[in-house]
C-alpha cells in the first residue's frame, strides 16, 4: 500500500518567515494530494490539494507544489503569522477524495511561529 | 458548515469494558470514516461506510467494529477495551466519493485504565 513520509517532524520559524514542510510518497499510482491543518483541540481541516496533472497551486499565503517524478510535495507558507501555528498534515490517494482504499496521511508536522 | 458531532470530548473507561463512540453529522454525507490519532503515528484509518448498514476494514480494523444503521450516524465499538487502545479517535465525513474534502469531528480523547 502507499506510504507516505512527512518531514520535519517540527517546525520553529520567525513570525513573518516563511515555512515549508515536505512529503514524498512511495505509490507511483497516487494523483490526489491534501494539506490538512489541525488547531489545539480542534479535527483536522483541509486547507489546499492538488491533483497530479497540476505542478503548483497557490491560495493567499499558502502554496503546495508537486513534483510527480520524484514522488514528493511541499507545503509553502509565507509571511507566516501566528494562527499558523498548528500541526499539519499531508496525504495521499489514488483517487480524490481516498475512494475505497482511503487517504494515506503522514506523521504531521508542529509549526510553531515564534513572535 | 458542515457539523461533525463527536459524543465525547473526554472518556475514561476500563480495561475489557465495551466502548461506544458516536459521530453524528447534518449534512446527508454518504461516506463516514474512524480515524485514530496518536502521537507520532499520525491519522490511521480503521473502518469507513460508504452507505447505511455498509462498512468496509481500513489499516486498524483490529479490536474495532462499527455500526452504521442511519445515514447520519456512524457509532465506533470497542468490544473489550485495551490500554493500548488508549488514543484520539476522530470521525470524519465526505459528501461522496467524487468530492474530495474530508470534514472531521473535533475528536474524542480515550484512555483505558
Known amino acids: 500500500g502507499e506510504n507516505v513520509e512527512q518531514h520535519p517532524s517540527t517546525l520553529s520559524v520567525q513570525e513573518g518567515d516563511s515555512a515549508v514542510i515536505k512529503c514524498t510518497y512511495s505509490d507511483s499510482a497516487s494523483n490526489y494530494f491534501p494539506w490538512y491543518k489541525q488547531e489545539l483541540g480542534k479535527g483536522p481541516q483541509l486547507i489546499i490539494d492538488i491533483r497530479s496533472n497540476v505542478g503548483e497551486k497557490k491560495d493567499q499565503r499558502i502554496a503546495v507544489t508537486l513534483n510527480k517524478t520524484a514522488k514528493h510535495f511541499s507545503l509553502h507558507i509565507t509571511e507566516t503569522q501566528p494562527e499558523d501555528s498548528a500541526v499539519y498534515f499531508c496525504?495521499?490517494?489514488?483517487?480524490?477524495?481516498?475512494?475505497?482504499?482511503?487517504?494515506?496521511f503522514g506523521k504531521g508536522t508542529h509549526l510553531i511561529i515564534q513572535p | 458548515d458542515v457539523k461533525v458531532t463527536q459524543s465525547s470530548r473526554y472518556l475514561v473507561k476500563r480495561t475489557g469494558e465495551k466502548v461506544f463512540l458516536e459521530c453524528v453529522q447534518d449534512m446527508d454525507h454518504e461516506n463516514m470514516f474512524w480515524y485514530r490519532q496518536d502521537p507520532g503515528l499520525g491519522l490511521r484509518l480503521i473502518y469507513f461506510?460508504?452507505?447505511?448498514?455498509?462498512?468496509e476494514k481500513g489499516d486498524i480494523p483490529e479490536g474495532y467494529s462499527v455500526s452504521r444503521e442511519k445515514k447520519e450516524r456512524f457509532s465506533l465499538i470497542l468490544e473489550s477495551a485495551s490500554t493500548n487502545q488508549t488514543s484520539m479517535y476522530l470521525c470524519?465525513?465526505?459528501?461522496?466519493?467524487?468530492?474530495?474534502?474530508?470534514?472531521f469531528g473535533s475528536g474524542t480523547q480515550l484512555s483505558v485504565l
Open positions: 470524519a465525513t465526505q459528501f461522496s466519493w467524487t468530492y474530495e474534502k474530508l470534514f
Open positions: 496525504a495521499a490517494s489514488k483517487l480524490p477524495g481516498g475512494g475505497a482504499d482511503g487517504l494515506t
Open positions: 461506510s460508504y452507505d447505511v448498514k455498509m462498512k
